[in-house]
C-alpha cells in the first residue's frame, strides 16, 4: 500500500545540536506537509512543499523535497527547549488525501 | 478566529458499549477529516468529507464506525460497539478546500475502553 516512512523514530540532541528527520515514500508524491505535535497536544501545520527539489526556510528550520518527490527533509539548526515534540510528514499521492508518516520524537537535553 | 472544537476531551467505556464524538470546524472550511491517533503512531485518517460529501472511508471500519456531516458543517463520529482496540485519540481537522491547504487540527478526544 501506499506508505510514508520516517526516520529516526527517535532522537536525542544536546541543546545547540542540529537535528535532521527524513521522510520517504515508495511512489511520486503530489505535495508533502510537515507538522509538528507537541506532548500531550494535536498536530499543527508548518509547511507544504509542492515542487520538485523546493527548499523552504522557517527561521531555524529547512525544508526540503527531493527532485523525484518521493523523499523529503526537516533539518532544524541549533535545537532549542521548545523543538521539542514529534515532527510528522504527511504525503499527498494524488487521490487527494494525506497520508502521515511515523513521526520523529525529538528530545532535547539541556 | 475560533478554532476546530471538538467534545468531549475524554471519554472511558467498557468494551462493547456505543460512544459518539463530535467536531464543529473553522467557519467557512469545506473539507473535515476524522484521524484515529493510537499512542506513538501517526494520525490515520478514517474518513473525509468535502462538504457533505464523503471523498475517502477506505480506512473506516464500517462494520462498527459511521460518521456523518449533516449540512456540510458539525460532524459526529460514532463507535457501536466499542472494542479494546479502539483506545485512541480521535481527532477532527479542517481545511479551507482540500489537501492542498493547511489542516487545522482538534483538541482530540482521548477514548479509552475497558
Known amino acids: 500500500g501506499q506508505q510514508v516512512m520516517q526516520i529516526p523514530q527517535y532522537q536525542h540532541v544536546q541543546e545547540g545540536e542540529d537535528f535532521t528527520t527524513y521522510c520517504n515514500s515508495s511512489?511520486?508524491?503530489?505535495?508533502i506537509q510537515w507538522y509538528k505535535q507537541r506532548p500531550g497536544g494535536h498536530p499543527v501545520f508548518l509547511i507544504q512543499?509542492?515542487?520538485?527539489?523546493e527548499v523552504k526556510k522557517q527561521k531555524r528550520l529547512t525544508f526540503q523535497f527531493g527532485e523525484a518527490k518521493k523523499n523529503s527533509s526537516l533539518h532544524i539548526t541549533a535545537t532549542q527547549t521548545t523543538d521539542v515534540g514529534t515532527y510528522f510528514c504527511?504525503?499527498?499521492?494524488?487521490?487527494?488525501?494525506?497520508?502521515f508518516g511515523t513521526g520523529t520524537r525529538l528530545t532535547i537535553i539541556p | 478566529e475560533a478554532g476546530v472544537a471538538q467534545s468531549p476531551r475524554y471519554k472511558i467505556i467498557e468494551k462493547r458499549q456505543s460512544v459518539a464524538f463530535w467536531c464543529n470546524p473553522i467557519?467557512?472550511?469545506?473539507?473535515l477529516y476524522w484521524y484515529q491517533q493510537i499512542l506513538g503512531q501517526g494520525p490515520k485518517l478514517l474518513i473525509q468529507?468535502?462538504?457533505?460529501?464523503?471523498?475517502?472511508d477506505s480506512q473506516l471500519p464500517k462494520d462498527r464506525f459511521s460518521a456523518e456531516r449533516l449540512k456540510g458543517v458539525d460532524s459526529t463520529l460514532k463507535i457501536q460497539p466499542a472494542k479494546l482496540e479502539d483506545s485512541a485519540v480521535y481527532l477532527c481537522?479542517?481545511?479551507?478546500?482540500?489537501?492542498?491547504?493547511?489542516?487545522?487540527f482538534g483538541p482530540g478526544t482521548r477514548l479509552t475502553v475497558l
Open positions: 511512489t511520486t508524491l503530489s505535495n
Open positions: 481537522a479542517s481545511s479551507l478546500d482540500g489537501t492542498y491547504n493547511e489542516q487545522f
Open positions: 504527511a504525503g499527498n499521492f494524488g487521490n487527494e488525501k494525506l497520508t
Open positions: 468529507f468535502q462538504n457533505n460529501g464523503v471523498v475517502d
Open positions: 512543499l509542492v515542487k520538485s527539489g
Open positions: 467557519s467557512g472550511h469545506a473539507t
